[in-house]
């Protein structure tokens, strides 16, 4: 049975390992600025356990995540919540990383005073700075392999456009202006990005996402370590990512009571083209509430399970193209 494990883990990775050069004469890109420290992090939110046993495989198995080029360190963000199965104890440890609360003294919830040990630890004026963090979540909505970058920082959507281009099922999302980019603990890196896998219920480990998000963490850390030396093959690549636009919440009655459901064509299509006029809610008494607007959008993050209590039914996106060079 350990054989077979073992070739079910170099399928997935072989999916990934292409990275390396294939000729010696090809141009490289020169690393700006390089990386001294890399952090990888799960178990933000307590019940997303593919993030969080990943961690626990490292911490058992750190020669796996080795590259000699920078130091990897794993970091198991709320072990309090991953133990009780739960999301988060207080608050969503996730939204905790605004500037104005790490420096907030007066602030005493278990979220708030873990995301100001985590910023003294790993933020970039902490006591051993990171520099690249990779964040793991999973999602109950559809999203399959998603890599999600927060802003326009060209080596993040360089590595995005990297993955999406050896694994062509990889999708990039970009969180834009949502807010992501200030309050989420990868904010606190120079550079990261969010590995987002799903659909995978809460408080249960898939081991098909478990081996996918394992193969994808294994190329990132072989990507920056050929960052480090120089040895990134320069490629133009069209990158096609899906930045977002709004969130939409439920209808909703006067009351705050939700009033319809994601309706059935919509369920499972994260990505997929909603037109003007598609069906978008389907309220309890059968009447079909449609997409209102002017033009296509791409929803993800679709009936989210963790979203319910944050007002978002699906986030709208719209789909680019941009040439990352």
Request: glycine fraction near 6%; charge should be negative; proline fraction near 5%.
């Amino acid at each position: 049975m350990l054989h077979k494990q073992d070739d079910c883990i170099m399928v997935f990775q072989d999916i990934f390992r292409t990275i390396q050069p294939l000729a010696t004469k090809e141009p490289k890109m020169k690393p700006k600025n390089k990386l001294n420290r890399v952090l990888i992090v799960g178990g933000t939110h307590g019940n997303e356990f593919t993030g969080a046993y990943l961690i626990k495989k490292f911490e058992q198995f750190p020669e796996q995540i080795h590259r000699s080029s920078f130091e990897t360190v794993t970091l198991l963000a709320n072990p309090q919540a991953f133990t009780a199965g739960r999301r988060y104890i207080n608050k969503d440890l996730n939204r905790c990383f605004l500037r104005q609360n790490l420096e907030d003294s007066t602030l005493s919830g278990y979220e708030d005073l873990l995301a100001q040990e985590i910023n003294h630890l790993f933020g970039q004026n902490g006591e051993t700075p990171v520099d690249f963090i990779l964040d793991l979540h999973s999602t109950t909505a559809n999203m399959g392999l998603t890599i999600i970058v927060d802003n326009d920082n060209p080596f993040n959507l360089q590595l995005a456009a990297y993955l999406s281009y050896v694994n062509p099922s990889v999708k990039v999302y970009s969180s834009g202006n949502s807010g992501r980019s200030h309050n989420s603990l990868r904010s606190l890196g120079r550079f990261g990005i969010c590995i987002e896998v799903g659909s995978v219920p809460q408080g249960v480990l898939n081991a098909d996402f478990f081996l996918k998000t394992e193969a994808i963490i294994h190329t990132v850390l072989d990507y920056l370590e050929l960052y480090n030396q120089g040895k990134v093959r320069l490629f133009s690549n069209n990158l096609i990512f899906y930045k977002y636009i709004e969130a939409i919440d439920y209808p909703r009655n006067e009351d705050g009571a939700i009033q319809a459901m994601i309706h059935p064509q919509l369920q499972f299509k994260d990505y997929e083209a909603l037109n003007p006029g598609d069906p978008m809610f389907l309220t309890f008494d059968g009447q079909i509430i449609p997409y209102e607007a002017n033009s296509t959008a791409y929803p993800v993050f679709i009936n989210e399970a963790a979203y319910y209590e944050k007002g978002i039914a699906m986030c709208l996106t719209e789909k680019q193209m941009i040439t990352v060079e």
